[in-house]
């Protein structure tokens, strides 16, 4: 037996196991009616399924490298911008842009998210045969991740955004992509549930704090951007991105244009408006993809005054002023 198949074998056994241990505890944990069916309390974090099997998976067997980056975040808060911008910042040497990968490929299949990575369509032993260093992503909360990973010197870069744009973005995220069988989720409960704390790898606040005490107590090892800054100043946030990742802006860089370049090359407009970004779609597993159409629907700071109603953006406002008091963040 190759050393692939005897990895590919031992793979296969630590999926059972995972398997039967997901069986057993999804019985007794928590349950509410979620975004997408129901979600489960798991270590004081509400996951659907899905992510839940993933996350024992990940806390069992992933091992990250001292060379690694994870980008870290909530759900709708600017994620896919963020990994076209690691992705094109780190590969700018080895890719031009009349050529780059991101042309033709949508930016969540250029850089893995160790979320759905680890699902088994695709293990996790593969992810060894990704070039180092490995770019990836995840929507687990600080807390859920294994000292595999959090003690495995890797860097993170964290990206947050204003909580009421994140739950009018995530609400009709999750209408278009829910199945037919599954009802559309009203802005009503979606507010109430989100106020709750019972959002996909919420509660939006506990995520936030909990990369940003690592941020205060390690800013070597975190990088905490936030989506309205990074909307006002690209290149700003762009530069001090290159720098904590370790690849710097030379001053010839910035004289020829090239922080510029990358901010446009990665912008919402243009993204949104390739071919790949109208028609492509991103395969999740075996049984689930989401059209990349999904990833970009506007990108825009404040939309929620659009939809959500004065009461309801003064109660998440007072949610976010008593959660995140003292801490830094307000």
Known sequence: MTARETS??????????TQHNFNEKLQTLPRERGWFGHLFRYQDCWLDTFSL?????VQNHFRARPTDIILGSSMKTGTTWLR????????????????????????HSC???IDTYSMGEIGIKDLEALPSPWLLATHFPY??????VTASGSKFVYIWRDPKDVLVSMWQFVNKINPKEIPPIGLNEAFELFC??????GPFWDHVLGYWKVCQETPNKML??????????????????????GHPFTMEEEKDGVVEKIVEFCSFEHLSNLEVNKTGSHQINRDTAIENR??????????SKIHLTSEMMDCIDRITQHKFNGSGLI
Do not use: W
């Open 8 to 17: 590919r074998v031992k793979e296969e056994e630590y999926l059972e196991e």
């Open 53 to 57: 099997k993933g996350c024992m998976l």
């Open 84 to 107: 076209t911008l690691v992705f094109t910042t780190m590969n700018r040497f080895l890719y031009d842009f009349s050529s780059h990968p991101l042309l033709n490929t949508g930016p």
């Open 111 to 113: 850089f893995p998210c």
């Open 143 to 148: 807390t859920l991740l294994p000292e595999a």
């Open 196 to 201: 709750k704390g019972i959002s996909n790898f």
């Open 224 to 245: 905490f951007l936030k989506y309205e800054d990074m909307k006002r100043e690209p290149l700003v946030e762009l530069k001090k991105l290159a720098d904590f990742m």
């Open 294 to 303: 999904h990833f970009f629907r506007k990108g825009q700071i404040g939309e």
